[in-house]
Each structure stands twice: as structure tokens, then as C-alpha cells.
């Protein structure tokens, strides 16, 4: 089976940086997903990583440590529409991701 | 917009009714997935579709089933409804089956209340 531990919830101001961890206990791993879920509204993709080290993409860059079972979502220069969801979803060895409860990210004034 | 679309938006019905929830895959996508999202749980994985044949089931109960169309979209029966039952229900696609890069996109959900 899976395990995918991350926060419930984090708070950060507006422009500043915000790490948000998950890490997780699988047998066969097939990559890693990122998604941001606004309240009542479909998961959107933000990045998958299957090899260690980190994939940058604008804004948000995602980190992996296959042999810790780690990784991070990076937000930098928060904005208040960043304010969602953030699902870590491991894809072990069924190729079925296995979604984590998701991290609530508050971001104030 | 993810190209997947899903009726209806919402749904309000009664314990022991039937519903049916509708799927429309991406273009070019032959894998449909089945989730369930309550406030209590994170996304549950129910069942996938794989070019109209069954791939792999996860925690669906005996109440619930699902088919693949020969035109690719799908169907998620839910019946003998009971309260708990009320949750968002999402349908995911992605191209294949099995790839480690293949990636899920989301529909925009069916909001189902039981009353």
C-alpha cells in the first residue's frame, strides 16, 4: 500500500515564499504529482517529478528525494489567488496515483 | 479548462434513489478515472476505464459501477444512495494506462447531495 503525509494547513504572506512538504511510503514508485485545488473546484496539474532534484516552472518548482520517499511544492512571490489545495499524489506500482488529504494554503495581505 | 467534461454540476436526490454521472475524456485520451472527494477524506480512487475495458478498481462500493462507451466517454451509477454518499465526485483522463509520465486532468466535478 501507500502513505502520503503533507500539513493540513499553512499560512504566508503575500510575496514571500512558501515550502510545502510531502513525503511518502510506497512499494514501486512511477513518479510524483503536484496539483492545486481551489475550494469546490477540479485539481489542476502543476508538476510531476520521477527522477531526484528539482523541475522549475515559472513561479513553482518541485523537488524529489526517491531515496528519503520526500519532496516539496516551492511557491515563490505568493499571490492571494494562491490561496487553494495542494495535493501531492504518488504514482507507485499499480500507475494508480495515490492521493495525499492535501495541504491548505492561506495566503494574507 | 481541461477539455474534461462532466454532467451534471450538481446533483440533489434522496436515500435509496439512482443516479447516473456523466464523463466526456479529453480528445485523445482512452483512460477514465473515477474519484470521490468528501470533506472528511482526500481524493478516493474508484475505478479506470481503459479503451472501454475495466483496468484497475479501488474503493468502490458494491452499489457503484461504471462503464466505458465505445465513443471513449463514461458513466458512474450510484444507487441504493445512502447520506454518506453525498461528496464531489471527479472523473479524470489521461492517454494511456501505464505510462510513468502519463499524466491525470480533472473535470470540473458532480456535486451529489443526498437528502
Known amino acids: 500500500g501507500q502513505n502520503i503525509d503533507q500539513p493540513t494547513e499553512m499560512t504566508a504572506t503575500e510575496g514571500a515564499i512558501v515550502q510545502i512538504n510531502c513525503t511518502y511510503q510506497t512499494s514501486g514508485f512511477n513518479g510524483l504529482f503536484w496539483y492545486q485545488q481551489h475550494a469546490g473546484e477540479a485539481p489542476t496539474f502543476l508538476s510531476y517529478n520521477v527522477l531526484d532534484g528539482l523541475e522549475e516552472k515559472g513561479r513553482f518548482s518541485s523537488f524529489l528525494s526517491r531515496s528519503k520517499g520526500y519532496s516539496y511544492l516551492l511557491l515563490k512571490e505568493l499571490q492571494m489567488k494562491d490561496s487553494a489545495s495542494y495535493l501531492c499524489?504518488?504514482?507507485?506500482?499499480?500507475?494508480?496515483?495515490?492521493f495525499g488529504r492535501g495541504t491548505s494554503l492561506i495566503v494574507h495581505p | 479548462d481541461s477539455g474534461v467534461t462532466q454532467t451534471p454540476k450538481h446533483l440533489i436526490t434522496a436515500t435509496g434513489q439512482r443516479v447516473t454521472l456523466r464523463c466526456s475524456p479529453r480528445?485523445?485520451?482512452?483512460?477514465v478515472y473515477w474519484y470521490q472527494q468528501s470533506l472528511d477524506q482526500g481524493l478516493q480512487f474508484l475505478i479506470q476505464y481503459y479503451n472501454g475495458e475495466e483496468r484497475a478498481k479501488g474503493n468502490i462500493l458494491e452499489r457503484f459501477s461504471a462503464q466505458q462507451f465505445p465513443d471513449l466517454h463514461s458513466e458512474l451509477n450510484l444507487s441504493s444512495l445512502e447520506l454518506g454518499d453525498s461528496a464531489l465526485y471527479f472523473c479524470a483522463s489521461s492517454v494511456g494506462t501505464s505510462g510513468r509520465r502519463d499524466t491525470q486532468y480533472f473535470g470540473p466535478g458532480t456535486r451529489l447531495t443526498v437528502l
Open positions: 499524489a504518488v504514482k507507485g506500482g499499480s500507475y494508480i496515483p495515490t
Open positions: 480528445s485523445g485520451d482512452l483512460s
